[in-house]
């Protein structure tokens, strides 16, 4: 079974800049992989953020981009704001199976 | 407004079985893939199952082959997971969520998701 990796925690300041990675045991994260980026907040269903690297939905804010980095899916939070702190999860695709990584805890401080 | 609306949780014991829905609206739901996602308590996401927009192409994570069954009525737009020979660690809160892409034979992405039923196994 492939393994997504993702940090497990990060702290950022508010309005500074943090970049979350999500890496595959299969290889390189790439465009077939779909990434996607979600998150998720205490007692929250998840929100998505982002799919097929870096598109985002109707509702993400502008400050969360997604790109690929060094291998890796990352997720971009610039401007970061004190309600951006959240659990983010990432999710690849593989041939119709979707793997999510373990999460990464955004502490804002 | 796409909303999806989770029922049928509830304690069971192990080895029991249970069938959960997802009463789908809002958008063409025969035209999306849909999956299920689930998350233990105090734990990450966990994805579980998906079915084409037709329901002809099925999709299961190892942790539940053989074990738990996804299927749709297109007719109700109603989505469905049953659940059979339960463990205590499916023990979570069960998501239904909608792929992005129209008419997809696979999932890829995720957009909405309901706010899902919780599962307790346990004697």
């Known amino acids: 079974q492939t393994v997504v990796t993702q940090e497990p925690s990060l702290t950022v300041s508010p309005g500074g800049t943090v970049t979350l990675t999500c890496a595959s045991s299969?290889?390189?994260?790439?465009?077939?992989?779909?990434p996607n980026w979600f998150q998720q907040k205490p007692g929250q269903a998840p929100r998505a953020l982002i799919y097929s690297i870096s598109n985002k939905h109707s509702w993400t804010p502008a400050r969360f981009s997604g790109s690929l980095l060094g291998g890796k899916a990352a997720l971009t939070v610039s401007g970061v704001q004190p309600e951006d702190e959240a659990d983010y999860y990432c999710l690849v695709h593989y041939g119709g199976v979707l793997v999510f990584g373990g999460g990464t805890k955004l502490t804002v401080l | 407004e796409v909303q999806l609306l989770e029922s049928g949780g509830g304690l069971v014991q192990p080895g029991g079985s249970l069938r959960l829905s997802c009463a789908a609206s809002?958008?063409?739901?025969?035209?999306?893939?849909m999956s299920w996602v689930r998350q233990a308590p105090g734990k990450g996401l966990e994805w579980v199952s998906a079915?084409?927009?037709?329901?002809?192409?099925?999709y299961y994570a190892d942790s539940v082959k053989g074990r738990f069954t996804i299927s749709r009525d297109n007719s109700q737009n109603t989505l469905y997971l049953q659940m059979s020979s339960l463990r205590a660690e499916d023990t979570a809160l069960y998501y239904c969520?909608?792929?992005?892409?129209?008419?997809?034979?696979?999932?890829?992405?995720?957009?909405?998701w309901g706010r899902g039923t919780r599962v307790t196994v346990s004697s």
């Open positions: 299969a290889g390189a994260v790439t465009s077939a992989y779909f």
């Open positions: 809002g958008f063409t739901f025969r035209s999306y893939a």
């Open positions: 079915i084409s927009d037709g329901g002809g192409y099925t």
């Open positions: 969520a909608k792929d992005v892409s129209w008419g997809a034979t696979m999932p890829t992405s995720i957009d909405y």
